[in-house]
């Protein structure tokens, strides 16, 4: 209980500013991309017509994300952006299961790793909308239906930052202080066990889908 609240972090001082990193974010965000790159090795050497499990789990992640991917943007969109997109679920898979593992924690439970996400989303979406559109078809949205709502588009477009950012952290933030808190409460030994099954396995899942999913959306947003 005494930890909660305490986070490890290297400070640079570099006169002008002072930049901070979450120790804990950086290691834990490094062993889940080694992680997935093991994963992914595994699943695609010794491919045989027989597939073996990691193969078959490895091909149905792809495949019902691509899937989902090419019914909200298209063939052409999906071919370029859905190894994105599968990359980006896995990631956040794992950011949010890895804390029920002992002495690990979410990289999702910082505010940053969710955030930095979403702007990628953000960028990514509306990158797409220029190269689809034309700049000026583009500049021009977000002055209809008149022209004054130009501040409530914009205002509009940065909400969805926001909205996907926190939504996810503070899903993954108050689902880890509640484990603590009971844990520390009962010593360990009654709740702790199904509240991490439910919030890591339950809850994990149905946020890096959620996240992925909006993500999705967005830039088929812009794209049309």
Known sequence: MQDLGKIHQIIIDLGF???TFNVEVIVMTWIIILGLLFFGYICASKNKKTPHLFQVLGELIVTKLYE???DAMGKKLARKYSPLIVALFMF???CNWIGMIPHMGEPTKDLNTPLSLGLMGFAISHYVGIKTKGFKAYIKEYFEPMFFMMPLNLIGELAKIVSISFRLFGNIMGGSIIIM???????SIILPPFLNAFF???VGAIQAFVFTMLT????SSQAK
């Open 17 to 19: 500013y002072k930049m």
């Open 216 to 219: 999705i959306v967005y830039i």
């Open 181 to 187: 808190v009971v844990s520390y409460l009962t010593y």
């Open 92 to 94: 956040l898979l794992m």
């Open 68 to 70: 989902l991917t090419e």
């Open 200 to 202: 890591g396995i339950f």
